[in-house]
Nanobody, 120 residues
Framework: QVQLVESGGGLVQAGGSLRLSCAASGDIRSISRMGWYRQAPGKQRELVAS???????NYADSVKGRFTISRDSAKNTSYLQMNSLKPEDTFVYYC??????????????WGQGTQVTVSS
């Protein structure tokens, strides 16, 4: 099995920063892509940022210049550094990873979600 465990969410004032972490563990041969999504109640989950095994990154327009995604391949961990936070960044944030397991097949996994609340 594979688990994604997130940490780092919380309450912060507008203009502040938070760093989210997502650690993958279990039956992992390789991780081709890691990403962060966010979701408001009753809304669709939306991509915030993603990073490939080659280090190529992609960001939602709303977070460009404020958020930075990175990964530590040796630790199977991704990070989302969030700066200049705004109240509209208040969501539940989910870690996502496309993982190749020992059987050679790729599977998509999600973390349990972590709440980020930005107060004005």
């Amino acid at each position: 099995q594979v688990q994604l465990v997130e940490s780092g969410g919380g309450l912060v004032q507008a203009g502040g920063s938070l760093r989210l972490s997502c650690a993958a563990s279990g039956d992992i041969r390789s991780i081709s892509r890691m990403g962060w999504y966010r979701q408001a109640p009753g809304k669709q989950r939306e991509l915030v940022a993603s990073i490939t095994s080659d280090g190529n990154t992609n960001y939602a327009d709303s977070v460009k210049g404020r958020f930075t995604i990175s990964r530590d391949s040796a630790k199977n961990t991704s990070y989302l550094q969030m700066n200049s936070l705004k109240p509209e960044d208040t969501f539940v944030y989910y870690c996502n990873a496309l993982i190749v397991r020992s059987n050679g097949y790729g599977y998509q996994y999600w973390g349990q979600g972590t709440q980020v609340t930005v107060s004005s």
